[in-house]
């Protein structure tokens, strides 16, 4: 790719640590750059975390994100990047962005994937399985919840005393350390 600037959208729709994190690595790179962030949530702290950041955000409805217009809301963005973004995306999306759409799962998929698997839902499942370990699954998105070409997995281990709670904290960590990075040297080299 050129030297031109790589123009990403975060689609979130909670909290938006991992939105906050990637604008942050991204904040002054030379060819990267967080555009906008979207949420499908009045009110979701993301959209506070955008505006802290310099970050044109806005939110829109569920008839909104499966209507083709929505693309004009997409108008110059190269990359989608869905940071806790729980909706299925349109296949008029996976089409006008193949291989351009990015996720990050709480879980080592294809185990613990799928629709309804998120958050704390996720954490739980591992345990009462009684996994060693779980970890993250950074992968591009297609029209099946969770069943995208796996890009990046990075793992930890669970011991007996995690609880859902602890076993969040230490995927979240591997989270931030990861998901900038790999969303970097994928956009770079495709």
């Known amino acids: 790719m050129d ?3 790589i123009r990403l959208a975060i689609l979130a729709s909670g909290s938006g640590t991992n939105a906050e994190n990637l604008a942050r ?5 030379d ?3 967080v555009c906008k962030i979207l949420s499908n949530r009045e009110g979701a702290y993301v959209l506070q975390r955008a505006d802290k950041l310099g970050i044109r955000s806005s939110t829109f409805t569920r008839e909104e994100f499966r209507n083709q217009s929505f693309l004009k809301r997409l108008e110059n963005i190269d990359y989608l990047i869905l940071a806790g973004f729980l909706w299925l995306v ?3 999306l996976i089409e006008a962005f193949s291989d351009k759409i990015i996720n990050i799962h709480p879980a080592l998929l294809p185990a613990y994937g799928g629709k309804g698997m998120y958050g704390s839902r996720v954490h739980e499942a591992v345990i009462e399985a009684g996994e060693n370990e779980s970890g993250i699954t950074i992968h591009l998105v297609n029209k099946e919840y969770d069943k995208g070409k796996i890009l990046f997995q990075a793992r930890c281990t669970i011991d007996q005393s995690d609880t859902p709670e602890t076993l ?6 591997l989270e931030y350390e990861f998901f900038p990075r790999i ?3 994928y956009v770079l080299r495709s």
């Not at 690595?25 to 790179?29: P, V």
């Not at 969040?168 to 960590?173: E, L, N, P, R, T």
């Open 3 to 5: 030297s031109a600037e």
């Open 183 to 185: 969303v970097e040297e």
């Open 25 to 29: 690595h991204f904040q002054g790179h």
């Open 31 to 33: 060819q990267i750059q």
């Open 90 to 92: 349109p296949e008029f």
């Open 168 to 173: 969040a904290q230490k995927v979240h960590a």
